[in-house]
T-cell receptor
Framework: SQQGEEDPQALSIQEGENATMNCSYK?????LQWYRQNSGRGLVHLIL?????REKHSGRLRVTLDTSKKSSSLLITASRAADTASYFC?????????????FGKGTKLSVIP | GAGVSQTPSNKVTEKGKYVELRCDPI?????LYWYRQSLGQGPEFLIY????????DSGLPNDRFFAVRPEGSVSTLKIQRTERGDSAVYLC???????????FGPGTRLTVL
């Protein structure tokens, strides 16, 4: 079963604009990870944010986490055509013996040159 | 350094046949995971290895699916009596520990005719 829900399902923006994607989840987590996927093949890890963190940055990426609302957001600033891909959030549930990531269905981002 | 590799990249088989999918994780990573991704969906967890042992196989859909990691490095996912519903991209990932970011391979696209 899939825990996360990304919103929106699809997003189309002009190059240079910012893109914001949201993720909601249902259970308590140890950490939340964002991935990018091109053409339905391998996933590229973007950022991991732990449950005791509220915000992380990596280059043009900014991730926030609100555990009280069970939600996270991914902001891509100054988007480029090469950012066109599907973006997934994945949660690692808290609790002993749980190491599987649970993914949402993803947000399909199109950046128009 | 080398990332996670998977072979073959594509596999076409007939209903009822047996297939093996191979994963070579990043050197030194003790944790290894298999996921399955259907079109338009996020990856779904199948099995997690810590070292040589399957620590969590709760995602395997039925007893036709089996995976091994005999020496704690390379893993093989085995599917017996394949069915058309098994068609998907099978993704392998590895990480240092169960709490770290998971690095994914390019996947094997399995098509069952």
């Amino acid at each position: 079963s899939q825990q996360g829900e990304e919103d929106p399902q699809a997003l189309s923006i002009q190059e240079g604009e910012n893109a914001t994607m949201n993720c909601s989840y249902k259970t308590s987590i140890n950490n939340l990870q964002w991935y990018r996927q091109n053409s339905g093949r391998g996933l590229v890890h973007l950022i991991l944010i732990r449950s005791n963190e509220r915000e992380k940055h990596s280059g043009r990426l900014r991730v926030t986490l609100d555990t009280s609302k069970k939600s996270s957001s991914l902001l891509i600033t100054a988007s480029r055509a090469a950012d066109t891909a599907s973006y997934f959030c994945a949660t690692l549930a808290s609790g002993a013996g749980s190491y599987q990531l649970t993914f949402g269905k993803g947000t399909k981002l199109s950046v128009i040159p | 350094g080398a990332g996670v590799s998977q072979t073959p990249s594509n596999k076409v088989t007939e209903k009822g046949k047996y297939v093996e999918l191979r994963c070579d994780p990043i050197s030194g990573h003790t944790a290894l995971y298999w996921y399955r991704q259907s079109l338009g969906q996020g990856p779904e967890f199948l099995i997690y290895f810590q070292g040589t042992g399957a620590a969590d196989d709760s995602g395997l859909p039925n007893d036709r699916f089996f995976a091994v990691r005999p020496e704690g490095s390379v893993s093989t996912l085995k599917i017996q009596r394949t069915e058309r519903g098994d068609s998907a991209v099978y993704l392998c990932a590895s990480s240092w520990t169960g709490f770290d970011e998971q690095f994914f391979g390019p996947g094997t696209r399995l098509t069952v005719l």
